[in-house]
């Protein structure tokens, strides 16, 4: 199956973001605001921040459950990564699959933050990335 082209979101993508987050328990829970969000409609949503010249930190990527392991989550990566820089993202130390698919992907952890998340609290493993 071929994924749906990766493009920035629009306001109308609020209605299917908010019930999609509600499915991914795992990943951060993240308000729309003003941050840069890609989607690919429907199946999954990238949330980034810069938070320097040339660096960027993945505040969120979900995926609908009936989309997983189609290419979603690595065309919505790919498209923001293609931007270069230097990239950072937190992930829950038990959730092994998200490690497993940001090695895959080049990032390498980096540390870990004690008691980053909460409901339930666990610590939160930091990964990087220099493109």
Same mark, same amino acid.
């Given at each position: 199956?071929? @994924?749906?082209?990766? #493009?920035?979101?629009? @306001?109308?993508?609020?209605?299917?973001?908010?019930?999609?987050?509600?499915?991914?328990?795992?990943?951060?829970?993240?308000?729309?605001? %003003?941050?840069?969000?890609?989607?690919?409609? !429907?199946?999954?949503?990238? /949330?980034? +921040?810069?938070?320097?010249?040339?660096?960027?930190?993945?505040?969120?990527?979900?995926?609908?459950?009936?989309? #997983?392991?189609?290419?979603?989550?690595?065309?919505?990566?790919?498209?923001?990564?293609? $931007?270069? !820089?230097?990239?950072?993202?937190? /992930? +829950?130390? %038990?959730?092994?699959?998200? $490690?497993?698919?940001?090695?895959?992907?080049?990032? +390498?952890?980096?540390?870990? +933050?004690?008691?980053?998340? $909460?409901?339930?609290?666990?610590?939160?493993?930091?990964?990087?990335?220099? #493109?």
């Amino acid at each position: 199956m071929e @994924t749906p082209p990766v #493009r920035p979101s629009t @306001t109308a993508d609020l209605a299917w973001i908010a019930p999609l987050l509600a499915t991914a328990p795992e990943a951060a829970q993240w308000l729309p605001e %003003s941050d840069p969000v890609l989607v690919v409609e !429907g199946r999954g949503v990238l /949330v980034y +921040r810069s938070v320097a010249p040339d660096e960027y930190e993945i505040l969120n990527l979900a995926v609908a459950p009936e989309h #997983r392991r189609q290419g979603v989550a690595r065309a919505l990566l790919e498209a923001a990564l293609a $931007q270069g !820089g230097s990239w950072f993202l937190e /992930v +829950r130390e %038990s959730n092994h699959l998200a $490690q497993i698919f940001y090695e895959s992907m080049g990032f +390498r952890a980096i540390g870990v +933050r004690p008691g980053y998340y $909460q409901a339930p609290p666990e610590k939160a493993i930091v990964m990087g990335l220099k #493109r």
